[in-house]
T-cell receptor
Framework: DAGVTQSPTHLIKTRGQQVTLRCSPK?????VSWYQQALGQGPQFIFQ???????QRGNFPDRFSGHQFPNYSSELNVNALLLGDSALYLC????????????FGNGTRLTVT | AQKVTQAQTEISVVEKEDVTLDCVYE???????LFWYKQPPSGELVFLIR??????QNEISGRYSWNFQKSTSSFNFTITASQVVDSAVYFC????????????FGSGTKLNVKP
C-alpha cells in the first residue's frame, strides 16, 4: 500500500523564479492538503484540494497556487519566489470526512537563493 | 493567537526514563479533534493518535499514553521507558468542526533520548 509520495526531494531556486512541486496521495484517499514548514516551526496550512477544486486556503499570497488532477494527485506552484519561501513543503492526503487524520509525504525541501 | 501551544521546545532524557510532552490548545468550537504526530529526521510526519472532543478517556498504546483534559484544554503525551528510537520532533494538532479542512499545528517539541 503506497503512502504519500512527493517529488522532487530537494530543490534549489533563485529569487523570482517559479517552482512546481508534485504529490501523489495515499491509495484510497481523495483529498490533498499542502503545508509549509519553516525550520524549527510546525506545519502551516497552505490549501486543500478535493474533487479538483481548492476547498480552503490558509493565509498565503496568490503566488501560491495549486491543482488537483482526476487521479487525485496534486501540484503546488509558487511564483516569484522570495527568500522567505525557503522551507519544507509537505503534502498530506486524507479522506474528506472530518476527523480523518492527515497522512504526510517526506516533503520537498525548497531553498531559494 | 496560537491555537496550539507546545511550550517545551526541546527535551533531553536518558533511555528508559519516562517523558511527558505538553500540548495546550485554544478553540471556541465545542466539537473538535486533537492529534499527535511524530516527525523523525526523514521529515515525514507520522500520525500517532486522534481524540474527539467528546471522548475524554485516556488512552494507552504500548509505551505511549495520552491524557486529554478539556477543563485545562490540554492533551499531553507520555512515553514510558523511552528508547533512542523515540528521538524525533513531536507535534500536537487541532482540527475544528467548523473548519475541518485546516489543521493547526503547534511548534513542536524535539525529544532527544540518549543511550
Amino acid at each position: 500500500d503506497a503512502g504519500v509520495t512527493q517529488s522532487p526531494t530537494h530543490l534549489i531556486k533563485t529569487r523570482g523564479q517559479q517552482v512546481t512541486l508534485r504529490c501523489s496521495p495515499k491509495s484510497g484517499h481523495d483529498t490533498v492538503s499542502w503545508y509549509q514548514q519553516a525550520l524549527g516551526q510546525g506545519p502551516q496550512f497552505i490549501f486543500q484540494y478535493y474533487e479538483e477544486e481548492e476547498r480552503q486556503r490558509g493565509n498565503f499570497p496568490d503566488r501560491f497556487s495549486g491543482h488537483q488532477f482526476p487521479n487525485y494527485s496534486s501540484e503546488l506552484n509558487v511564483n516569484a519566489l522570495l527568500l522567505g519561501d525557503s522551507a519544507l513543503y509537505l503534502c498530506a492526503s486524507s479522506l474528506v470526512a472530518w476527523g480523518s487524520p492527515l497522512h504526510f509525504g517526506n516533503g520537498t525541501r525548497l531553498t531559494v537563493t | 493567537a496560537q491555537k496550539v501551544t507546545q511550550a517545551q521546545t526541546e527535551i533531553s532524557v536518558v533511555e528508559k526514563e519516562d517523558v511527558t510532552l505538553d500540548c495546550v490548545y485554544e478553540t471556541r468550537d465545542t466539537t473538535y479533534y486533537l492529534f499527535w504526530y511524530k516527525q523523525p529526521p526523514s521529515g515525514e510526519l507520522v500520525f500517532l493518535i486522534r481524540r474527539n472532543s467528546f471522548d475524554e478517556q485516556n488512552e494507552i498504546s504500548g509505551r505511549y499514553s495520552w491524557n486529554f483534559q478539556k477543563s485545562t484544554s490540554s492533551f499531553n503525551f507520555t512515553i514510558t521507558a523511552s528508547q533512542v528510537v523515540d528521538s524525533a520532533v513531536y507535534f500536537c494538532a487541532l482540527s475544528e468542526a467548523d473548519n475541518f479542512n485546516k489543521f493547526y499545528f503547534g511548534s513542536g517539541t524535539k525529544l532527544n533520548v540518549k543511550p
